[in-house]
């Protein structure tokens, strides 16, 4: 199965909704927070692109957050032009262009989350950890809401795959089990999901990821959603 076809059209841009924006608040804030512990400048660079990058997610909306995504978009191609092979930097740039291309939707998002998807690509090439997951997670929602072929290159196997792979790494991880379980629930496997569900509820926080206690408190809204 390439593509669910379901309600049409909505479907085919899946990739600029809400739950794609949860995947990238909750993988990435606190993400790159242990950034500066890392030796190399690049790393640095990357830890206030992304702080920056969390406030235009969480603190914006409309035009002014396309506005601000798209200089931050500038911003992390240049950063990756000047370091092509470091990992944490390209996890941040298709971090930074999937958001962009939820913020800009219709048309006009398709060239974004196809560069979004390359840049994740290549981090995990050079990194096959994906970045502790994270790429695999980011890069298995883009595949999830982008629309099928001819269009774009949403594939929900290949979504799965990437979100299991992600499991692989951090099989104790919140964000992990959670966002598998989501995509379980609309592939109408609900009994998995359940499962993944309570496995996110009872899931390990990571140091730093505040994240993971929102996402715990959403898992246990799913639970009860699925039961």
């Known amino acids: 199965m390439q593509h669910r076809q379901v309600a049409g059209t909505n479907r085919r841009y899946r990739f600029i909704s809400a739950r794609l924006h949860v995947v990238l608040c909750a993988v990435l804030i606190g993400t790159f927070s242990s950034a500066l512990a890392w030796a190399d400048a690049a790393s640095v660079a990357v830890y206030p692109l992304m702080s920056r990058w969390g406030n235009v997610e969480y603190g914006m909306q409309g035009a002014a957050q396309e506005k601000a995504l798209a200089s931050l978009a500038q911003e992390a ?3 990756a032009g000047a370091h092509p092979d470091d990992p944490h930097v390209l996890t941040a ?3 930074i262009l999937a958001s962009y291309a939820k913020a800009k939707g219709g048309l006009g998002a398709l060239d974004l989350a196809t560069r979004a998807r390359k840049a994740l690509e290549h981090a995990i090439a050079l990194d096959p950890r994906g970045d502790d997951g994270a790429a695999y997670v980011t890069l298995g929602a883009l595949y999830d809401r982008a629309p099928g072929w001819p269009i774009s290159f949403g594939d929900d196997d290949k979504a ?3 979100l299991r792979r992600a499991l ?3 099989p104790q ?3 992990t089990h959670y966002f598998y379980a989501t ?3 609309d592939e109408g496997r609900l009994a998995e999901a359940r499962r993944h569900a ?3 509820v009872n899931g390990q926080a990571r140091k730093g990821r505040d994240s993971d206690q929102a ?10 959603e699925l039961s």
């Open 183 to 185: 995509y379980l629930r």
């Open 198 to 200: 309570q496995q996110a």
């Open 77 to 79: 191609d240049a950063l």
């Open 173 to 175: 991880g919140i964000d």
């Open 160 to 162: 799965g795959e990437l």
């Open 215 to 224: 996402l715990r408190e959403k898992a246990r809204r799913l639970l009860d």
């Open 93 to 95: 740039k298709g971090v």
């Open 168 to 170: 692989k790494i951090r």
